[in-house]
């Protein structure tokens, strides 16, 4: 193709701004016009769109946005000047003139549904972003779009107008549309992917120019909009990467389940008990040059030991797995992805449906270096999976829709069948699609969902198969729903966030609540549990006329083990002792340099975990840095370095900065709230 080819094709595809996809539909949306009627000035202004359609558009009621879409559309002109596609008198005139404005509203396929039912928009939304990411329906998203629009076919959707309209009230009646906090959920049937429901407190239109101030205090000062009551934002769903406002939320202890599995499936039994010291000094990760909140003793080499901490002290103790989830201890976990290793919990997080939303999530979860578009090749941050301990606590951003699948997924026997909005597409001629069939994957074995599951009943107060839950975070769900449910509560630092995802065999809901337009904001604690109830109260209501399906019982060598190994002990031998007493009894030997001990310097001192454990597990040994002193304050692991470097603070250059400090509250009812902590990874 020529050059010319090529960029005809792009701007006949590139989004402007205002609904308009391509020069064509952006030409009549700001000037009533067509293309090859345009003036200098206006063809100017479109070319100065695709650098940010959204904040340079000239037709938004914000000062600084027009000022800012004339000053890029000047910058063209000089440009075109420049290379000499205009006379230098030509772009002096051109310049002084006002953007002068006609616009035209866009028809739009998902902003057009009925005044009474705004919140199927957000469905449609999706739906149309499915069917241009599906292949089965043309080579590239243009073809599938116009496919939809000219190719004839009835489609049924998935979307339960009775369910919708129940969820949309459990979700409405306990946050207004007019509140800047999002409170929304998803339900579908996780053995089909079926999307059930889709609800949040926001209505899907384009005409913004009534909502509320933006709770962003550099938006505000610019007299910004913020994201309530009218959006086109896809909350529930997610953007594409990078999109700030469609990444979701960190999930906090939610992704407890992921770790969970990524354990089960190493053969590490729920039976598994474990010392809950808090704060816990991290054995594997490291926490940055500067001392911060979840930081607990410096380093020889100048770094900081990662220390998180549970959220009281009542969850100090030695736990096994159903009672570490069901009460979401969190130095439970986090020693737990000490052992399975972090790589092994990215993997399955993706397994389970996990989609990675930000820049900095996607390049802890890909090993090597990856693209950061807003920075030069040169400063692109090499993030490793292997340093990313502070997964386990739920650090990453995703969606309502992602967490009802991995919910979905565990629920049923460990088979993900992706999201689907449809039930079923007919072509003219009578045929029906094979594209609005299930798409199901055995993505991990029954006996380890079935064993997640069992823990998955703790949190809301369900007896494990084994008797083995003693407390819930959220243990109204199961009279609320009244049938067999296991779930998840989570909450992130300083509540920016809250969530909870309940589930049963044939049904699940996730729900969140948090600002997308200012993450900072702490959730009050009176609204802490709101996703909770309108999520269970959702479950309930896409239970009713539903078979009850129960949960079934897991192998016993996954609840309480199976041809476990003693760890050997470590009397102050040296590291290739160490070793060979590790691989003799089954183990995969890892050295990690620890601190002061009994030891002697270089030897080693002890292992962790201790106890049984299937073989084939790996097992840190510690290398005294020498015998301990009396009353000495500072004795803190000294870890390897394939730990994250984190800042507290930024430092001189922009580098980003890995989310590992951040310590997610567990999950306490209203009244009991966390002291504030880090939240953000910051740059």
């Given amino acids: 193709?020529?050059?010319?080819?090529?960029?005809?094709?792009?701007?006949?595809?590139?989004?402007?701004?205002?609904?308009?996809?391509?020069?064509?539909?952006?030409?009549?949306?700001?000037?009533?016009?067509?293309?090859?009627?345009?003036?200098?000035?206006?063809?100017?202004?479109?070319?100065?769109?695709?650098?940010?359609?959204?904040?340079?558009?000239?037709?938004?009621?914000?000062?600084?946005?027009?000022?800012?879409?004339?000053?890029?559309?000047?910058?063209?002109?000089?440009?075109?000047?420049?290379?000499?596609?205009?006379?230098?008198?030509?772009?002096?005139?051109?310049?002084?003139?006002?953007?002068?404005?006609?616009?035209?509203?866009?028809?739009?396929?998902?902003a057009s549904v009925p005044s009474n039912k705004l919140d199927w928009g957000f469905f449609c939304d999706y739906f149309v972003q499915w069917w241009s990411e599906n292949e089965a329906f043309g080579e590239t998203a243009e073809e599938r779009l116009a496919l939809l629009s000219r190719g004839g076919y009835t489609i049924v959707t998935s979307l339960e107008d009775d369910l919708q309209a129940k969820a949309q009230n459990h979700v409405t009646s306990r946050l207004g549309k007019k509140n800047s906090l999002a409170l929304g959920t998803v339900t579908l049937n996780p053995t089909t992917g079926h999307v059930r429901a889709m609800a949040l407190n926001r209505d899907y239109k384009l005409d913004q120019s009534k909502n509320g101030p933006s709770s962003d205090p550099r938006a505000r000062a610019q007299g910004r909009k913020g994201s309530y009551p009218n959006t086109t934002v896809p909350l529930l769903t997610g953007a594409s990467l990078g999109s700030p406002a469609g990444a979701g939320f960190q999930v906090g202890s939610t992704f407890k389940l992921v770790t969970m599995v990524a354990a089960l499936e190493e053969g590490i039994p729920l039976n598994l008990t474990l010392k809950n010291k808090s704060p816990y000094p991290s054995k594997k990760y490291y926490a940055g040059s500067s001392p911060g909140p979840s930081t607990c003793g410096k380093m020889r080499d100048g770094l900081y030991v990662w220390?998180?901490?549970?959220?009281?002290?009542?969850?100090?103790?030695?736990?096994?797995?159903?009672?570490?989830?069901?009460?979401?201890?969190?130095?439970?976990?986090?020693?737990?992805?000490?052992?399975?290793?972090?790589?092994?919990?990215?993997?399955?997080?993706?397994?389970?449906?996990?989609?990675?939303?930000?820049?900095?999530?996607?390049?802890?979860?890909?090993?090597?270096?990856?693209?950061?578009?807003?920075?030069?090749?040169?400063?692109?941050?090499?993030?490793?999976?292997?340093?990313?301990?502070?997964?386990?606590?739920?650090?990453?951003?995703?969606t309502a829709m992602d967490m009802a699948t991995v919910f979905g997924t565990v629920a049923n026997d460990g088979k993900r069948c992706n999201p689907l909005p449809v039930v079923s597409i007919t072509a003219p001629d009578g045929s029906e699609l094979d594209a609005a069939n299930p798409d199901c994957e055995q993505v991990i074995s029954k006996d380890v969902a079935r064993a997640a599951s069992d823990a998955m009943r703790c949190p809301v107060a369900n007896r494990s198969f084994y008797d083995k839950c003693e407390s819930g975070t959220y243990s109204q769900a199961r009279d609320i729903v009244g049938k067999p449910i296991a779930g998840k509560t989570g909450t992130t630092d300083s509540n920016q966030a809250s969530w909870f995802v309940v589930t049963a065999p044939n049904a699940t809901s996730a729900g969140f609540i948090g600002d997308p337009d200012y993450r900072e904001v702490s959730v009050p604690g009176h609204l802490l549990n709101t996703p909770h109830e309108a999520a269970s109260y959702t479950l309930r209501d896409a239970l009713k006329g539903e078979k009850t399906v129960d949960f079934k019982k897991p192998?016993?060598?996954?609840?309480?083990?199976?041809?476990?190994?003693?760890?050997?002990?470590?009397?102050c031998v040296s590291p290739e002792e160490a070793e060979n007493r590790l691989r003799n009894a089954g183990f995969e030997p890892n050295r990690v340099e620890g601190e002061k001990s009994r030891c002697a310097k270089g030897k080693v001192y002890g292992t962790s975990p201790t106890g049984a454990l299937p073989k084939g597990s790996s097992v840190d040994y510690f290398i005294s840095t020498g015998k301990e002193k009396k009353n000495e304050d500072d004795r803190v692991p000294t870890v390897n370095s394939m730990g994250p470097v984190l800042l507290d603070e930024a430092p001189p250059t922009t580098i980003p900065v890995d989310p590992g400090q951040a310590t997610p509250p567990g999950d306490v009812p209203p009244g009991d709230l966390p002291p504030p902590g880090l939240h953000r990874w910051q740059t």
């Fill in 307 to 398: 220390c998180p901490k549970n959220d009281n002290s009542s969850m100090d103790i030695t736990a096994n797995m159903w009672n570490a989830f069901g009460r979401s201890i969190n130095t439970y976990f986090v020693q737990l992805i000490e052992m399975v290793g972090a790589p092994k919990v990215v993997e399955m997080a993706e397994k389970l449906g996990i989609k990675w939303r930000s820049y900095s999530d996607r390049d802890f979860s890909e090993a090597g270096c990856q693209e950061y578009p807003d920075l030069p090749e040169d400063e692109w941050p090499c993030l490793e999976p292997e340093r990313w301990g502070a997964l386990t606590l739920g650090v990453a951003d995703s």
């Fill in 555 to 571: 192998d016993p060598a996954l609840a309480n083990g199976k041809n476990l190994v003693d760890v050997p002990g470590m009397d």
């Fill in 1 to 110: 193709m020529s050059k010319d080819e090529i960029l005809e094709r792009y701007l006949n595809l590139v989004y402007l701004g205002n609904q308009s996809y391509g020069v064509h539909a952006a030409a009549q949306a700001y000037f009533n016009t067509a293309p090859d009627e345009l003036t200098l000035e206006q063809a100017a202004m479109l070319a100065a769109l695709p650098k940010a359609p959204s904040t340079l558009n000239p037709t938004l009621e914000d000062e600084q946005a027009q000022t800012d879409a004339k000053d890029r559309r000047n910058y063209v002109l000089d440009q075109m000047v420049r290379t000499g596609a205009i006379t230098a008198a030509e772009g002096r005139e051109a310049k002084k003139s006002d953007v002068e404005l006609d616009p035209q509203t866009q028809p739009n396929k998902c």
